[in-house]
């Protein structure tokens, strides 16, 4: 049963594009990436979700209703973190958490308590007075307090300290295994790698693909950059190596493949330095970008 | 209903200081004119050095001179009437923009409620606002000419008509507030746009009685309730007033409709 179901989907803002014939499902149950750099249509998608703004063309059903004609129906069960957060500044963060549970139907208190406990959030602070983190934590309770069937994360991490990412990737991955289903939204390849289990890479407003995780990783590519002395001799130039560039004192490539083959490679040189590391984003969709 | 009790609740410093400030300022004004009736007859040697022009534009009549008490009750609304409209635009022009000045959209928004629901929730927050003000208004207005009226008559009746068209009037700057505020991109100072509506129009008004332009005298909601008119006449001035009352209505669904359609942008 598809719980996100894009058909064809279009905004304009004005003559400027946001996204377009944007057509693809996410299954019950998935924790679906959806990545993409700045500005390429991540949060127009998500925004058309959440009926904050109106397709052009197009349309997309959640639960199998349209987003935009049952809205209010379908966001009983939705929860949804920006990835700016702001509050009523004056409120005290329990009073803006029960302001937003009195638009449930039923009683959220001790999930409240619950998350702000797993969340180390002061429930009796003044928002005003909360450091970026903290309001990102009461974005967090405030986004999972009605167990929604449906979480929708718009670049989530920003803000929280490594620990307390790791905190709430635990906690999306109890809401999954209690049902729900997440779309995470991010343009940091690893937070991606870590949670999902499929991922569609958007450009310029469109969807360019969509892989599986597992696929995706088989597929990664390492950055190798190995320093030392006379390098430049193309013991390189073997399958799986791209981008290559040989210098006398610094040798870089991409490679994609049997690890140990370039292992035994690197471990016939004497070098002075090696440095094995993940690629960006950018550089691991470079075939998607170029 | 959650929404309403909440809107009202962020309102409810604003009720105060309005209330509070718009009593003092007809208090302090009513309570100068036993010193005016004492001295009739020079204030109006005085006023008649004047040009009839200069008079009118400060809102004078001489159907109802301000050397008497409805008069001069007159003439503190004619002035107290730009801060009551300033507060009416105030309001205007926060209540639907508020949520993306201060970019809780993506909070209020994303619940399960319609935009509808929130428009009203917002409307009747504001509504009410206005009225609690006006409750205190009303009540202050009785209380100043009885206390202040050196002996001369309160005219009953043609008060109530006014204080009951001046619901209209604020109804007015409610709802163009409204209508412009879902017109425009983005309402950056609130203050800046309502004081513009309020002192704008009233200048037009004021220049129409000066020039004794029609045209101007039509345009301006201070002119359709003049307090000199429902003073004098008790009755409200019906001819002038039902442009107002079009305007009202045009404004409010036009922007209920502007605002369900809205797209609401992140940062």
């Not at chain 1, 999902?196 to 407003?205: F, L, P, S, Y």
């Not at chain 1, 040989?246 to 490539?253: A, N």
């Not at chain 2, 935009?115 to 409750?135: C, E, H, P």
């Not at chain 2, 007015?172 to 209508?179: D, K, P, Q, R, T």
Request: with cysteine.
């Amino acid at each position: 049963m598809n719980v996100i179901e894009f058909q064809k989907l279009t905004k304009y803002y004005g003559d400027v594009l946001g996204c377009k014939d944007i057509d693809f499902s996410v299954k019950k149950g998935e924790i679906f990436g959806f990545i993409g750099p700045n500005g390429a249509g991540k949060s127009t998608t998500i925004r058309t979700m959440l009926s904050l703004i109106y397709p052009t063309n197009g349309s997309v059903l959640i639960f199998d209703k349209d987003a935009i004609k049952y809205g209010p129906d379908i966001r009983k069960n939705i929860g949804y973190l920006p990835s700016e957060v702001f509050y009523y500044d004056k409120m005290k963060v329990i009073d803006l958490l029960e302001y937003s549970a009195s638009f449930y139907e039923h009683d959220c208190s001790e999930r409240i308590q619950t998350l702000a406990e797993t969340m180390e959030l002061d429930l009796n602070r003044k928002i005003q007075d909360l450091s970026y983190g903290n309001k990102k934590k009461v974005g967090i309770v405030q986004g999972l307090l009605h167990s929604p069937d449906l979480i929708i994360l718009d670049e989530p991490t920003s803000g929280l300290d490594p620990l307390m990412q790791q905190k709430f990737f635990q906690l999306i991955k109890e809401e999954n295994k209690r049902g729900a289903t997440v779309l995470f939204s991010s343009h940091i390849l690893s937070e991606v790698q870590q949670l999902c289990d499929r991922v569609a890479i958007i450009k310029e407003g469109e969807i360019i693909d969509i892989q599986d995780i597992k696929t995706l990783k088989e597929d990664t590519y390492k950055k190798i950059t190995i320093k030392g002395e006379g390098l430049n001799h193309g013991k390189f130039k073997i399958d799986g190596v791209s981008e290559l560039q040989e210098r006398d004192e610094e040798v870089t490539f991409f490679f994609k493949g049997d690890v140990n083959q370039i292992i035994k490679i690197i471990s016939s040189l004497t070098l002075r330095d090696l440095v094995i590391e993940e690629p960006t984003l950018e550089e691991i969709f470079m075939h998607y970008y170029e | 209903m959650n929404m309403f009790i909440f809107e009202l609740k962020q309102l409810r410093f604003s009720i105060i200081i309005w209330s509070l400030s718009l009593s003092v300022g007809l208090i302090f004004f009513m309570a100068f004119f036993p010193v005016f009736s004492n001295d009739t007859l020079a204030m109006n040697d005085l006023l008649s050095e004047y040009p009839e022009e200069f008079l009118a534009f400060f809102g004078m009549n001489s159907d109802l001179p301000f050397t008497e008490l409805m008069g001069y009750f007159a003439l503190t609304y004619t002035f107290l009437l730009i801060p009551i409209s300033i507060q009416s635009a105030n309001y205007g022009f926060h209540i639907l923009s508020v949520e993306e000045r201060e970019l809780t959209a993506d909070f209020l928004l994303t619940k399960p409620i319609s935009r509808g629901a929130i428009y009203k929730a917002k409307l009747w927050a504001v509504l009410s606002t206005i009225l609690i003000t006006d409750v205190i208004l009303f009540a202050m207005s009785f209380a100043s000419l009885y206390m202040f009226r050196s002996g001369e008559a309160v005219n009953f009746k043609g008060t109530w008509v006014f204080l009951a068209s001046m619901i209209l009037f604020q109804l007015f700057f409610l709802s163009v507030g409204m209508v412009i505020s879902v017109f425009v991109k983005k309402v950056s100072s609130v203050l800046a746009y309502s004081m513009s509506l309020g002192f704008g129009f009233y200048i037009i008004s004021s220049l129409g009685m000066m020039i004794s332009s029609n045209v101007l005298k039509i345009l301006s909601p201070f002119s359709h309730f003049d307090p000199n008119y429902p003073l004098i006449h008790e009755r409200m001035n019906i001819e002038r007033i039902w442009i107002s009352i079009v305007v009202i209505v045009l404004s409010f669904i036009t922007s209920y409709i502007l605002y369900l359609r809205r797209n609401i942008k992140s940062l």
